[in-house]
């Protein structure tokens, strides 16, 4: 998605560890004309899925899943990351772990939101590590409900996520997928790096079948 890759050159920030800040338009403060060009594309991407759920965690994915959630006609469930005193019983929960934050968060989803007649769509901000987006899969199957997809916002590719949840059997659509961030430079997957990367994903998927 150029639009999103320019804003990421243009607005963004390499911190040490591979860590790259999007503050300024995605995790703090809001561009919403971009959010809403995120909400058309994922929806385009899933429109065929019947989606009938949209679940993300709180609270940097909120932002494009509701984009995302109101071009599919389709309710916004996001997973708290700490306990409420009006959300105690009749929870799913999972627990993950963040490789920024150094902590693992139980988060938690209301069971009255989720049910085995659900297709859900699952958006974050972030796909690194994968811990998130498995946990959000692991809530998605605890109701009996069916995962079409996992919609990301900005992948770091060279990070092990992606193989994760294609191991796992889950489709996974990132808009912008970064290949490095050495030297503080966002460089993201060329063409031909993205061939071989879905010739690769391809085999990953054969291997779960």
Do not use: W
Request: hydrophobic content about 40%.
């Amino acid at each position: 998605m150029k639009l999103l890759e320019q804003a990421i050159r243009e607005k963004g920030t390499v911190l040490p560890n591979d860590v790259l800040k999007v503050n300024s338009f995605l995790n703090h403060q809001i561009d919403t004309e971009l959010m809403i060009a995120i909400g058309k594309e994922f929806s385009h991407l899933f429109a065929q899925e019947g989606i009938t759920k949209v679940l993300t965690i709180e609270s940097s994915g909120i932002a494009p899943s509701f984009m995302a959630a109101n071009e599919l006609k389709s309710p916004l469930i996001f997973a708290r990351k700490k306990k409420s005193l009006t959300l105690q019983d009749n929870v799913y929960t999972s627990s993950v772990y963040s490789y920024t934050k150094k902590e693992t968060n139980e988060i938690t989803v209301a069971k009255e939101f989720l049910n085995c007649n659900d297709t859900v769509l699952i958006i974050d901000d972030f796909l690194a590590n994968g811990e998130a987006a498995l946990g959000l899969a692991s809530i998605v199957e605890q109701a009996g409900a069916t995962v079409a997809g996992i919609g990301i916002v900005i992948e770091k590719s060279f990070q092990p996520g992606r193989n994760k949840l294609l191991q796992a059997g889950y489709r996974v659509e990132s808009l912008a997928r970064i290949e490095s961030l050495s030297n503080g430079t966002v460089t993201f997957v060329t063409k031909n790096h993205l061939e071989e990367v879905q010739h690769e994903n391809e085999n990953c998927s054969l291997s779960v079948v």
